[in-house]
């Protein structure tokens, strides 16, 4: 049996980690590329969101290097993410790929109903086993989390930039790397290291961008085209509404673990949507009053193009953009998306952003006025 | 004066409008409906919905401005759910506050969540908090509420007589069969319609599909002719249930009609960018595939849609259903 998964940004470290430690072949599909984007497109449906496209892709790419079992999560809807899994097996059905999918429907009741999938995979490995390679898998999610959180904040702040990135490359390959506790903390420490010896200009006032929208879309650095990097390199301290160890533990465990999760962010969606609408439909609109109260500058919501509660969420946004005076923008991405007319926007976008902050600071604050930049 | 209650003519309004009308009448409500879809009402919907949204959707943003200058209340329920563990579609789930957040200067909006997901008798309690702007007297509502159930048994009885929801709803309204109107007779053709009510029932979105097809002599059959017992038999086809009510419809009634003679071809509408649509006419076309014996023909319509087009495409599919008849 040799098992793949699809990407979504660094979660394959954690998959990684968690099928090695119990000694299981893991095929990694090669990083998202032109190439699989355009496998994936060939095949899926025309109007399915792209992380289907980006996912069938991984698969094809994952199978041409010897796959044979596929690790999938599902869902319950609304959200169509819930039956990917069953159209991607049509799909490689009908291609004529003969593989295996174990598909992580979330647990209904209680955790164990994961554990139990788990154990499909893992066959005749002890159940201490089986949760200490799912707490190993954590760790590595947080130490990823972590470094990118220093990332986002040294990006705009670097006297010779590209530096962070280079060594946000090489953290990751040094956590993927770590075959237990001791040596993942070491990566971390080592990588917190080589950040602080970049060199930055702490009295910058950069402006605060804060990110949200759909998940996928905003942990898969293909599919938002690097968007953090640019808004770095522009001179803007970005920040996302969610992490990939947060989405682990608000998804996987149930929110077992007290940290910061969507549920903020879902106490502070109404009045503006009253209703859970599927996705990240309301976390969105939360996330923005949030990062509203905490003073940013703007607010970037990432979506695939027809992700329906993502839909609903845009159709909302210019209001709480006009109560709280927060510019909004909006970044709708598929397999057509090119990084020069993203950036250009983007520019354009961060521009405005800089010219406010100045007229802010001179005291001429206007509330009450549409803000929703439609570039 | 009654109490005005409007319903735009677009979304439920071709699944559940009979239930609807008869609560509201029930308690002594007047219920306006919206005018027919025109091209004003579509551009001026286009024009106050994102983008993004789907046809159906911004159709429904035009006919609550059609409404909302001509009635005391505006009836825009929150349908989350109308059976167990099943959703309508996320725009469903958020859109009364996609209109509320859309369009200014509406009359106060009813807004009751309808959630059967857990417990079907959710339903009564989101008619009694309908009713509540008219009276408050529970027995009334209880009253209201059956006459409602009552009309709603009526019109799927008209239905799977073979008449379609649109011709069900006038035909309770003024009766069609006074004109000498019998849908059911038999063609020399006949052809499954699968996509959502809203899309192919309004005659100016769906440019008219089922009226070119009638002409062309060809009987059509949809997902409501059949019962629900047969569309949740056949949809359990699948190796997992679908999630969404109205997909779970269309992947049902595919998977009964390919497997009937009397069908001669399958026409698949889905609007532009709908995301349910982009998984089940997958499905569907994959599977007719598989058995490689019904001739499937895929629309997509948007707000751009050019009847020359679609004329064109019907005529080229029906052409092609004789020549396989010829053929064989």
Redesign the interface.
């Known amino acids: 049996m040799k098992v793949t998964f699809p990407h979504m940004g660094s979660m394959y470290i954690c998959l990684k980690a968690l099928l090695q430690y119990l000694d299981i072949d893991v095929v990694v599909p090669p990083m998202p590329s032109k190439r699989t984007l355009t496998l994936g497109t060939q095949h899926s ?5 792209l992380p289907l496209k980006i996912n069938m892709g991984n698969f094809i790419e994952a199978y041409e290097q010897g796959a044979d079992t596929i690790i999938m999560a ?1 869902g ?5 993410f ?2 990917y ?3 991607q ?3 490689l059905h ?1 291609l004529g790929y003969n593989m295996q999918m174990i ?1 992580l429907e979330p647990p209904q009741k209680h955790i164990s109903e994961l554990i139990v999938k788990i154990r499909q995979i893992t066959g005749e490995r002890s159940w201490l086993d089986i949760i200490r390679a799912i707490r190993f898998a954590w760790y590595k999610a947080r130490a990823v989390d972590e470094v990118e959180r220093i990332i986002h904040r040294v990006r705009p702040r670097e006297l010779e930039p590209g530096r962070a990135d280079e060594v946000f490359k090489k953290a990751l390959g040094w956590i993927d790397g770590a075959e237990n506790k001791k040596q993942l903390d070491d990566a971390v420490k080592k990588a917190k290291c080589s950040l602080v010896r970049i060199p930055v200009d702490n009295s910058r006032n950069p402006v605060r961008i804060g990110i949200v929208g759909e998940i996928y879309v905003m942990l898969e650095p293909f599919a938002n085209l690097e968007i953090e990097r640019h808004l770095g390199r522009l001179g803007v301290e970005v920040e996302r509404s969610i992490y990939l160890s947060e989405w682990i533990n608000d998804h996987l465990f149930m929110g077992l673990l007290r940290i910061k999760g969507s549920k903020a962010a879902r106490e502070y969606a109404p009045p ?8 990240h ?1 309301q976390e969105t609109i939360g996330s923005t009053v949030l990062f509203a109260r905490e003073r940013y500058d703007g607010v970037i919501q990432v979506q695939p ?5 993502e ?6 946004l ?2 709480v953009s006009r109560d709280y005076g927060i510019p909004t923008f909006c970044l ?1 991405v598929d397999e057509h998306s090119g990084d020069a007319g993203v950036l250009t926007r983007l520019e354009a976008f961060v521009d405005l952003l800089q010219r406010k902050k100045e007229t802010v600071a001179e005291g001429a604050e206007k509330k009450g006025v549409l803000q929703c930049a439609d570039i | 004066m009654p109490l005005r209650i409007g319903i735009p003519r677009a979304l439920l309004y071709y699944y559940y409008y009979p239930m609807w009308k008869g609560f509201f009448k029930a308690l002594g409500a007047e219920v306006v409906v919206s005018s027919r879809t025109t091209k004003d009402i579509l551009d001026k919907g286009v024009k106050q919905a994102v983008d993004e949204a789907c046809l159906p959707v911004k159709l429904f943003f035009g006919h609550v401005l059609d409404l909302k200058d001509k009635v005391d209340y505006l009836f825009v329920p929150r349908m989350v759910s109308v059976e167990h563990k099943a959703y309508i579609c996320p725009k469903f789930l958020g859109l009364p506050d996609m209109v509320r957040h859309n369009i200014a200067d509406l009359p106060p909006v009813i807004d009751v969540t309808v959630n059967m997901s857990r417990n079907e008798k959710n339903l009564y309690r989101a008619f009694a908090e309908a009713g509540k702007v008219l009276t408050a007297n529970p027995l009334a509502l209880r009253k209201a509420y059956k006459a409602g159930l009552k009309e709603q048994e009526r019109f799927e009885r008209f239905n799977q007589l073979g008449f379609l929801p649109h011709e069900s709803i006038e035909q309770m309204e003024e009766g069609l069969a006074a004109r000498n109107f019998s849908p059911g007779q038999p063609q020399n053709m006949t052809i499954a319609l699968i996509g959502h009510g809203y899309n192919i029932f309004d005659t100016y979105i769906s440019m008219n599909l089922i009226g070119k097809l009638r002409d062309m002599g060809i009987r059509v059959v949809t997902a409501d002719n059949l019962t629900g017992d047969i569309i949740e038999e056949r949809s359990n086809e699948l190796p997992k249930r679908l999630f969404w009510t109205l997909g779970k419809r269309m992947i049902g009634s595919a998977f009964h009609y390919m497997r009937l003679d009397s069908i001669d071809g399958i026409i698949h509408v889905a609007s532009f960018g709908c995301g349910p649509d982009s998984f089940t006419g997958e499905i569907i076309e994959r599977h007719l595939r598989r058995r490689g014996n019904l001739p499937l023909l895929n629309l997509t319509i948007d707000e751009h849609s050019g009847e020359a087009g679609i004329v064109t495409r019907l005529e080229a599919f029906v052409d092609m259903i004789q020549w396989r008849r010829a053929a064989q």
């Open positions: 449906p025309e109007f399915a969101c599902g319950v809807g609304p959200c169509r819930g039956y899994a069953q159209v097996r049509e799909i009908d598909i503006y949507v009253n209703h859970f609408v599927g996705g439909g193009f027809t992700c329906m509660p839909i609903v969420a845009e159709s909302i210019p209001t709708i």
